[in-house]
């Protein structure tokens, strides 16, 4: 059983640049959410997808912007990259009902140059 | 929103003894708190969870235990052992939000 996998595993951009992320979900999951991870600290939530719909949201500007797919895949997107931006990316996947467990994937390390 | 502290930041203990990590939350309205292990250049894995109508839940060497009047839950992991070593994080979501609110972590360290 496949879990959350994640691609690209490393990123390089420079400031200005824009760049997608994706995520296939945990088989059975329906549920999407997307978290950045500075060095040193726990995860910060971005934003969660369901029924390809941007369900909830945290505290990050509009350059964020994500997708659902109806395969429950998902994509972030980030425009205008900072160098505050380098972070690793987490995705996690879900059911959708409340209190569901979240499972994570390894992540996209993204640096800006 | 949700604000969890979580302590230790580091915490060393010789293999084979007991660890204990703390957390508090804010929002008394929250009912379900779940614990991560996040080994070098890993995602965060899930290892044990409990929701607000239970006092205690355990799953071999790991319990957590949790106190909703005093809003804190803690992590116990007994007969540590060197594959233990890690970042630990709790995690809360505020009220019936399904995101998460995580501490800050705990570098666990297990010496042989």
């Known amino acids: 059983d496949a879990g959350v996998t994640q691609s690209p595993t490393h990123l390089i951009k420079t400031r200005g640049q824009q760049v997608t992320l994706r995520c296939s979900p945990k088989?059975?999951?329906?549920?999407v959410s997307w978290y950045q991870q500075a060095l040193g600290q726990g995860p910060q939530f971005i934003f969660q997808y369901y029924e390809e719909e941007e369900r909830q949201r945290g505290n990050f500007p509009d350059r964020f912007s994500g997708h659902q797919f109806p395969n429950y895949s998902s994509e972030l997107n980030v425009n205008a990259l900072l160098l505050g931006d380098s972070a690793l990316y987490l995705c996690?996947?879900?059911?959708?009902?409340?209190?569901?467990?979240?499972?994570f994937g390894d992540g996209t390390r993204l640096s800006i140059l | 929103g949700e604000n969890v502290e979580q302590h230790p930041s580091t915490l060393s203990v010789q293999e084979g003894d007991s660890a204990v990590i703390k957390c508090t939350y804010s929002d008394s309205a929250s009912n379900y708190f779940p614990w991560y292990k996040q080994e070098l250049g890993k995602g965060p894995q899930l290892i044990i969870d409990i929701r607000s109508n239970v006092g205690e839940k355990k799953d071999q060497r790991i319990a957590v235990t949790l106190n909703k009047t005093a809003k804190h839950f803690s992590l116990h992991i007994t007969e540590t052992q060197p594959e233990d070593s890690a970042v630990y994080f709790c995690a809360a979501p505020p009220g019936s939000a399904r995101q998460l609110t995580f501490g800050s972590g705990t570098q666990l360290t297990v010496l042989p």
């Open positions: 088989s059975g999951h329906d549920t």
């Open positions: 996690a996947s879900s059911l959708s009902g409340g209190d569901q467990p979240q499972h």
